[in-house]
Structures are given as C-alpha cells and as structure tokens.
C-alpha cells in the first residue's frame, strides 16, 4: 500500500512540476519561433533538430590511455549533419588518429556523443539551466567510423567545411578525414518525465 501511495505521490509531483514549467515557458519572451523548435511531445522532431542546430558535441570513448585502460574518456568534438539547408541527422566529424580519442575509437569503435540545447542560445535566452530538463538534451550512441564512399565523402566535407571553415586548413598537417557514428542508440530528455529512446528508423524519418 505505500509503496502505491509513493508511486501516486511521485507521479503528482511529476504533473505538477509539468505544468509550472510550462506555465513558466509560456509566460517568458521566447526567441526562437515554434516552427523552428519542435514541441517536446515530438521526441524524434527534436532529436533531428537538435543534432542539426548544434556545431560540437562531447564524445565519448572507452580510455586506451596508460593507466586510464578501460575507463571512460570524453573530448569535444565539433559536428555537423549537414550544411545548414540540409539536414540528414547523420553526426559527421573530421578527424585524425592523432587524436585520443581516435586512439581509443582504433582499438573500440563503440561511441556515445552528447549534445545540449544550450548551445543554441534557448536556455540561456529563456532562465532554464543546462541541466533542466527543459533544457533538451541528446546522446546518440553507435559505432564511428571512417568515410569511405567517394560520394559521401565530398558531402561530408562540404556539411562540415560550410559550417565549420576553420577546418580546411587542418587537413595537410595533420592528416585529418572525415568521420561519422552509424546510429544504433537515441536517449533525449527535453521535458519532465524521463528519457525518450527513440530508434533510428524514427530518427531518420524526420524530415527537416
């Protein structure tokens, strides 16, 4: 019986904290349009958005360092899923093996990256905390993995080349390439309530 009655308690507290802040999103002067921002009942929508909005990520690898084997690592990473016009919501990244997390990614390609909403500006524009849940957050996890195909790799280095410029004077030096993670895992938390999993077939259905 208590434990029912903690269950009920648990869930009214949930509605409750629900609609203050949505009271609370509502009543403040919002900067970014609703077309442009899915609402957070559309979980596949917003993971789409996010992934496209954002210009870096954190990555996460499994540590080969010395003394750190088997560990987690994180790094930043910068990204893009396409030029700004086109979105595919496949995470593309320009690399070298110079880097540890590439030494890692050489010995276990299995990767999760993270993105958050506050790179956008929303939060910080709107009082909400990077780790509110209000504050959409993502993790795509999967394997990364080298582009090969010819095709596929003149797209991704114009995805990342027009959104990040700096990167065309990497290559030479230090024998960058472009990279992606092939999707298998999509967590996001863009309201109160718990995480979204959402399956890649959802993910890339989202037409932007």
């Known amino acids: 019986m208590s434990k029912f009655c903690g269950s009920l308690l648990l869930l009214a507290l ?26 957070p009942s559309h979980h596949a929508e917003m993971a789409r958005y996010l992934a496209h909005t954002v210009d870096w990520c954190v990555i996460g690898t499994t540590s080969t360092m010395k003394g750190r084997e088997g560990l987690p690592f994180t790094n930043i990473l910068s990204v893009s899923d396409g030029p700004v016009n086109n979105s595919t919501g496949v995470p593309y990244f320009y690399v070298t093996n110079l880097d540890q ?36 957050r993502l993790t795509i996890g999967g394997k990364f993995v080298k582009v090969t195909d010819k095709a596929e790799i003149d797209f991704a280095l114009n995805a990342l080349f027009s959104r990040h410029p700096e990167m065309k004077s990497w290559a030479i030096a230090h024998q960058f390439y472009p990279a992606k993670v092939e999707i298998d895992f999509i967590w996001l938390i863009d309201f109160y309530g718990g995480a979204a999993i959402i399956s890649p077939k959802e993910y890339y259905a989202v037409k932007l």
């Open 14 to 39: 949930i509605t409750f904290q629900s609609c203050i802040a949505s009271q609370e999103v509502v009543s403040r002067k919002l900067k970014f349009s609703p077309r442009a921002r899915p609402p």
């Open 101 to 136: 997390s590439n030494k890692d990614i050489l010995e276990n390609k299995r990767v999760s990256i993270s993105m958050s909403e506050y790179q956008t500006g929303y939060c910080s524009d709107n009082n909400i905390d990077a780790e509110s849940p209000l504050c959409t």
